[in-house]
């Protein structure tokens, strides 16, 4: 079980942070799309590779995320850290506040639902579209 996240292991954490981390950026169907690589937020070159992202980063630590220190900067080593979702909470709160959800929702403090990884969304989207699944 301590030797797997080594190896190219696809169900690691850190390989699964890698993964959200450039699908938000990259792929225009990811449900974060719109608040990464919808506002121009992109993924370094070098870390097209999840090893050389490995080695920058190191393995991600139990509890934390992956978050950068200026939150309009792109993904890469000089603008990472790994930190605690409430560090992040309190990033993405102080950024909320100068927009819009697609559907224009005004993006605020008690209108952000917060995911499990540490990424969050409009909770009106979120619980609207939770409804028109039959979702609770
Ligand atoms: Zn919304």
Redesign the pocket.
């Known amino acids: 079980m301590t030797h797997g996240h080594a190896r190219h292991n696809k169900h690691s954490r850190t390989y699964n942070s890698w993964h959200t981390m450039k699908r938000r950026c990259r792929t225009k169907t990811d449900d974060n799309y719109h608040y990464y690589g919808g506002r121009g937020i992109k993924v370094c070159k070098r870390w097209d590779d999840f090893i050389n992202f490995l080695k920058d980063m190191g393995i991600r630590p139990p509890h934390k995320t992956l978050d950068r220190v200026n939150n309009n900067g792109d993904y890469k080593p000089s603008n990472c850290k790994w930190s605690t979702r409430k560090q992040q909470a309190n990033n993405n709160r102080k950024q909320a506040r100068w927009s819009h959800?697609k559907?224009g929702?005004k993006l605020m403090a008690g209108n952000l639902y917060y995911f499990s990884n540490g990424s969050w969304r409009?909770k009106?989207?979120v619980t609207r579209r939770g409804r028109e699944r039959g979702l609770k």
Request: some cysteine.
């Open positions: 959800c559907r929702h409009c009106a989207c």
